[in-house]
Structures are given as structure tokens and as C-alpha cells.
């Protein structure tokens, strides 16, 4: 289990480095990116698919390989910080 635990650390300092130099580090933020996250996986298949393989080679961010983006210049991000509360069926934004 220890062990299992050090090598996912390896692994997720090793995508963290590369995905700094394959994509803007301004898209490798949030809960995805934690430590945590999957976000790590998606850095590690993006740079096999996207910058190896070719596929949404142009892409700033870590994206499927399924997914075709045609002009990454219209896609927008916005980040919304929203608190859900199924008991009472509220959402806050904050």
C-alpha cells in the first residue's frame, strides 16, 4: 500500500512538471488538479494523444482524444465556486 501510495506521488509530480511545459499552467488549476484529482492522468494521456499522436494538437489544456476541438479560441472558462446543500435543495454562489 506504501508503495502503491510513492509511486502515484512520482507520477503525479511527473505529469505536474509536464504539464507545465505541454499546456498553459493557467488550465492546470482546481479541485481536478489536486493532489487528489485526476487531473494528473488527464496531463499524462494528453501528452500521448495530443502532442504525440496529433490528435487536438493545437489545444492549450488536456482534452480527450475523442473529443475534436475545431478553434480552441471560443471555448471560455469560467470559474464558479457554488455550495450545494441537497437538504434544503440551495445553491449559494459565492
Same mark, same amino acid.
Request: hydrophobic letters at 45%; glycine letters at 8%.
Given at each position: 500500500m506504501l508503495l502503491k501510495r510513492c509511486i502515484k506521488q512520482i507520477l503525479r509530480q511527473i505529469? #505536474?512538471?509536464i504539464g507545465g511545459i505541454f499546456y498553459d499552467?493557467?488550465?492546470?488549476t482546481g479541485r481536478h488538479f *489536486?493532489?487528489?484529482g485526476v487531473g494528473w492522468r488527464w496531463i499524462?494521456? +494528453?501528452v500521448?494523444?495530443?502532442k504525440i499522436f496529433g490528435f487536438n494538437r +493545437?489545444? *492549450?489544456? @488536456?482534452?480527450s482524444s475523442r473529443i475534436e476541438v475545431s #478553434? @480552441?479560441?471560443n471555448i471560455i472558462?469560467?470559474?464558479m465556486i457554488c455550495k450545494y446543500s441537497t437538504r434544503l435543495g440551495l445553491i449559494s454562489k459565492h
Open positions: 505529469a #505536474n512538471l499552467k493557467k488550465y492546470l *489536486r493532489a487528489d499524462l494521456r +494528453g500521448l494523444w495530443q +493545437g489545444v *492549450r489544456w @488536456p482534452v #478553434n @480552441p479560441d472558462f469560467i470559474q
